[in-house]
């Protein structure tokens, strides 16, 4: 029997964040990257809390691709501080912390569940909507997602005002995560209807909208729109697991410090192609929502994989890593333990083609 679960509450468009006053906060902690505090993000988040006389602790340690110690530095803080509210505000790096001190709080406690409310003010992650929480090891370079129904937030606040300021080049990362995410659910061996109904939505809105995000930030009807998308990709992959793309875009970036969504849009278009024969029924769906028709499966895929490739360049992602300051030498001697990493991260799991080590040592060779 299959699943589909959408246990958050989501509140979206202009103004969503507003809706904290809907929730009876007295104490919030609130987790954010040193980014938020400084541009005074966090304000807009403080604002709402003095105005429901809600008193309030900013744990603003969060460092992008978040390591076991500031989660355990955030749990010292949370218990210190008691609060009934968690808020995340961030992009998936304060979001998949916050999960994270959650849930390792709540293990050795039998106290009330606290309410986590996340803020995304990225469009890339879904992370808001997930049961998912990558933690990287720094010491080992290697992402570990970790997976529990517990730590799906409670409460999503998509306010397309907060991504205004991402910069073009994190836009264009974080929305082929969105990307990847929505075409790995449509891909994924657990592939539903339930699902796709979330990512076939999301691949439209990132094929209409995500180019105008990148190269007109102001547009507030595309930043929506791409939010909006970023959360439904969110939905859908949390019922279907991801795949190949993003088990090698996790050893990729824990080796070379490349950014989770670059990573996953230098290599998707390669998984496409992969894939384009044992998941061919699937990626002609996804391929239809965009237009794309073609007399045979795998040649949909493959027009697919093509114009992922073709988004990817228009929006600026360089397709080969000595492009980012990488040697050739030094990118093809990780290449082997990329691979292994890659073939034993639980994203794989779910992938259409069962790899072997060689192949997936050969696509990151592309
Ligand atoms: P991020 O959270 O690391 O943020 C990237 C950068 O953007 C940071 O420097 C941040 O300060 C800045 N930023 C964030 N919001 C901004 C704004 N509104 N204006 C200007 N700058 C802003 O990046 P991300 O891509 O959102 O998250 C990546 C992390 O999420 C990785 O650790 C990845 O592994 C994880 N991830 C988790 C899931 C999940 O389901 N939990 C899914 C995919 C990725």
Do not use: W
Request: aromatic share 6%; charged share 25%; hydrophobic share 40%.
């Amino acid at each position: 029997m299959e699943q589909f679960i959408m246990k958050t509450k989501v509140y979206m468009g202009k103004s969503a964040l507003e809706h904290l006053k809907d929730f009876q906060i007295r104490r919030a902690f609130i987790i954010c990257d040193p980014f938020m505090a400084e541009s005074g993000m966090v304000k807009r988040i403080t604002d709402c809390l003095d105005r429901q006389q809600a008193v309030y602790e900013i744990f603003s340690e969060v460092v992008p691709d978040p390591d076991i110690h500031v989660v355990t530095k955030g749990i010292g803080h949370m218990t210190a501080f008691a609060p009934d509210t968690l808020i995340a505000l961030g992009g998936g790096s304060a979001i998949d912390t916050a999960k994270a001190v959650r849930y390792i709080y709540e293990q050795g406690t039998s106290e009330k569940k606290k309410c986590l409310i996340a803020i995304p003010t990225t469009s890339g992650t879904g992370s808001e909507v997930t049961s998912f929480s990558v933690i990287t090891d720094r010491e080992k370079n290697v992402k570990y997602p970790l997976r529990d129904d517990a730590m799906v937030p409670d409460v999503a606040l998509l306010d397309p005002e907060l991504v205004v300021s991402v910069p073009a080049a994190v836009t264009a990362d974080t929305g082929m995560d969105v990307l990847t995410h929505a075409l790995e659910a449509c891909a994924s061996e657990k592939a539903c209807d339930f699902g796709d109904a979330f990512a076939e939505k999301a691949v439209k809105l990132i094929f209409d909208y995500l180019e105008t995000a990148v190269k007109n930030g102001e547009n507030q009807d595309a930043r929506e729109r791409v939010h909006n998308a970023s959360c439904m990709a969110g939905v859908a992959f949390n019922s279907t697991s991801l795949g190949l793309c993003h088990g090698m875009a996790h050893a990729l970036g824990a080796k070379f410090h490349i950014s989770h969504g670059r990573s996953n849009a230098m290599l998707l278009s390669h998984i496409i192609a992969y894939n384009a024969e044992t998941a061919a029924e699937r990626y002609t769906k996804a391929a239809s929502v965009l237009g794309i028709s073609s007399p045979t499966g795998k040649t949909a895929a493959l027009n697919l994989s093509r114009k992922v490739k073709q988004l990817r360049d228009k929006i600026g992602i360089p397709e080969k890593v000595t492009s980012l300051g990488i040697s050739r030498k030094e990118f093809l001697d990780a290449v082997p333990e990329m691979a292994e990493t890659a073939l034993k991260d639980p994203c794989t799991e779910t992938n259409p083609r069962k790899p072997v080590l060689a192949e997936i040592e050969q696509i990151f060779a592309k």
